[in-house]
């Protein structure tokens, strides 16, 4: 099984300000398999980064994804009042599909 | 555009058999994979399981022995059942279609396991 580590466990930020997520596997993920997902109180997780680096559809430019093998980064460029919210890590392309345990984006 | 939809009781009582269906409107069941999946009161995501196009299913080996997830391609349905269950189940319960990653989600249904 493949652990996820996400840092920090949460990230105090202003609006305006830009927000640097980590995620660290135990082991390197198959096939750039690797997403984030966003999760807003008593709402399901949104798809935000696929594949690393590709946004579905509809997110918005000042979500990026990067990194391989075993390291990955989330950036929010300039933090929106929508953006603070919980982001997971999750890789796909190994059984079981394994999440990180979450960071939490608030206002500062 | 593709959407799920949960549906089942929301109360189980303990060591009885956790039973949810997934409709799927909008889009095929007979392709793609399609998962389960949970999330305990003010915890993280866990992956239960899924079943792919064939049939195929695969479960959190933490879940295997009490897990069975099936498919209806005639009602565009698939279903998970989970036995024996306990408190530790509570939780909100999310049908979810796999593509690119996971890009379609239903809106999850709050199962709570009580006497």
């Known amino acids: 099984e493949i652990v996820l580590t996400q840092s920090p466990g949460t990230l105090s930020l202003s609006p305006g300000e830009r927000a640097t997520l980590s995620c660290r596997a135990s082991?390197?993920?198959?096939?750039?398999?690797f997403a984030w997902y966003q999760q807003t109180p008593g709402q399901a997780p949104r798809l935000l980064i696929y594949?690393?680096?590709a946004r579905a559809t509809g997110i918005p430019d000042r979500f990026s994804g990067s990194g391989s093998g075993t390291d990955f980064t989330l950036t929010i460029s300039r933090l929106e009042p929508e953006d603070f919210a919980i982001y997971y890590c999750?890789?796909?392309?190994?059984?079981?599909?394994?999440f990180g345990q979450g960071t939490k984006v608030e206002m500062k | 555009q593709v959407q799920l939809q949960e549906s089942g009781p929301g109360l189980v009582k303990p060591s009885e058999t956790l039973s949810l269906t997934c409709t799927v409107s909008?889009?095929?069941?007979?392709?793609?994979?399609w998962h389960w999946l949970r999330q305990p009161p003010g915890k993280g995501l866990e992956w239960i399981g899924y079943?792919?196009?064939?049939?195929?299913?695969s479960y959190n080996p933490s879940l295997e022995s009490r897990v069975t997830i099936s498919v209806d391609t005639s009602k565009n349905q698939f279903s998970l059942k989970v036995n024996s269950v306990t408190a530790a189940d509570t939780a909100v319960y999310y049908c979810?279609?796999?593509?690119?990653?996971?890009?379609?989600w239903g809106q999850g249904t709050t199962v709570t396991v009580s006497s």
């Open positions: 082991q390197s993920v198959n096939s750039n398999y």
């Open positions: 909008g889009g095929s069941i007979s392709i793609y994979y």
């Open positions: 594949g690393i680096s």
């Open positions: 979810v279609r796999e593509y690119s990653a996971s890009d379609f």
């Open positions: 079943i792919n196009y064939s049939g195929y299913t």
């Open positions: 999750q890789q796909y392309g190994s059984t079981p599909r394994t």
